[in-house]
């Protein structure tokens, strides 16, 4: 019994002293058929480790949002993203003044001052950053569920796609370019020619940012609408840009 108890009395203490942070087996079984590929992924922007200690990444954006008549607003921004905890902020101006934003995984979202969009528009297009920037991370961080995984042929390019499920059942799909294992779009909701879904293009190594400790990140992509005839089509939705990135780092 006093064997137990101090076994109880550890195990006690090291749920207190590890406190919330990325998983210690992120690539468990529960990614299934995708743990290669993810495996892959994460190592082709740097190392693991190193990712797991990041707590905060800034940089300035700069954001072109296209309405429903195609009509564009840009804004430059000031990014704060707490890459595992799941928030991101944001500092912005616009003609009215000085305005700010935080918005946060659990959809939970607030504003302050007078932003160019509206808050909704504002909110969904914060989340889409702060989910496109982490990629492969998104995963390892057991905010979605893989459904499946297979080998593929997306805009000419061979990739390894994988579908998954994240919060609020949204269905998403990751396709990363079997040659480089970098991630190279990201469909969101239906992706079937003439849907409502979007789809999210990165470039390749030149549109990623080269980080401290072999780390690398997105810098620029896109997200357009499905196409009435093809996946990708060729109306966008919103054009980000990132400059000036930091990255801090746990001790």
Known sequence: MRLAHVSLILTVAGLIFTGCKPP??????????????????????GS????????NVSATAIVASYDADGNKTVDRLMLNMDIWGGVI????AS??????????????????GSPSLGKEALCRELGTILHR????LNM?????????AHRDRVDGINVNRVAVEGRGKTKMVYYFDAATNLLRFVSEG??????KGTVTIYGQRESYAALPNGLTMPR?????KVGQHVMIGDKPVLDVELSDITVQKSQ
């Open 24 to 45: 210690e087996d992120p690539l468990g079984n529960r990614l299934g058929p995708a743990r290669d590929v993810i495996n892959a992924s994460v190592q082709a922007i």
């Open 48 to 55: 693991l480790p190193d990712w797991q200690k990041v707590t």
């Open 89 to 92: 902020t944001a500092d912005g």
């Open 95 to 112: 003609p009215q003044g000085a305005w700010s934003a935080r918005v946060s995984d659990d959809g939970t979202c607030t504003t302050t």
């Open 133 to 136: 920037v982490r990629g492969p």
């Open 140 to 148: 390892l961080a057991e905010r979605e569920q893989v459904l499946s």
């Open 190 to 195: 239906d992706e079937t020619p003439g849907s």
């Open 220 to 224: 620029k992509f896109r997200v357009v």
